[in-house]
């Protein structure tokens, strides 16, 4: 809630349309579910999302007992030096400051790919259904006009397009028509190819 009220005093970086940039607008959705449901945005992904795909080892917060299964994090410095930004032994992800819908969410290659699974399988995977065909067509649809610069983290990303929530290819790419996915945190990236 403070995050969204302070959210809410700052202007502008750019008028609508002129520019996508990766902002805090997935972050913004979350305070808006949460609003919505009246359950935190952790317990609403268990019940709607990773319950229902048998993702036992995903949320937002790590149990003490599955600490010891998190990878160090390494993070470069501006002088080029490897330093460890999150060790399992005191990992922020075992008391979050936050539950974003943007991230900081920790799960397993297993876990993730039975998400990856369901949107593959247009929002349906092992008879689970958690989106509807047209939801998951939205999601992928190129929704940036063509000349649009996109940005993530002041790179621009050539030939990326976005969807509702997920990067597709544009124009100019290597990547076939179709494929659709998203860039994490600590390279966790994924595309689906349907």
């Not at 502008?12 to 449901?37: F, M």
């Not at 600490?67 to 994090?73: C, E, K, M, N, Y």
């Not at 939205?138 to 990067?167: I, K, T």
Request: proline residues 6%.
């Amino acid at each position: 809630q403070d995050f969204i009220e302070r959210l809410a005093q700052l202007p502008l970086s750019h008028e609508p349309g002129e520019i996508w940039l990766y902002s805090v607008s997935i972050d913004i959705l979350g305070a808006i579910v949460e609003r919505v449901s009246k359950k935190t945005l952790g317990a609403f992904f268990a019940e709607r999302i990773f319950g229902p795909l048998g993702m036992v080892d995903t949320g937002f917060i790590v149990p003490q007992d599955k600490a010891r299964r998190l990878v160090t994090l390494p993070e470069r410095t501006s002088e080029g030096q490897w330093i460890v930004a999150d060790d399992p032994a005191d990992s922020v992800y075992t008391k979050p400051a936050m539950e974003s819908g943007g991230g900081a969410l920790v799960s397993t290659a297993r876990d993730y790919m039975r998400f990856t699974a369901m949107l593959a399988g247009e929002g349906e995977t092992g008879g689970v259904r958690l989106l509807r065909p047209d939801t998951v067509r939205l999601a992928r649809s190129n929704l940036m006009p063509m000349g649009l610069s996109m940005q993530f983290f002041g790179n621009v990303l050539a030939g990326m397009g976005h969807g509702a929530a997920m990067q597709v290819p544009h124009y100019a790419t290597t990547m076939p028509a179709g494929v659709f996915g998203w860039g994490g945190a600590a390279g966790t990236g994924m595309w689906v190819d349907p």
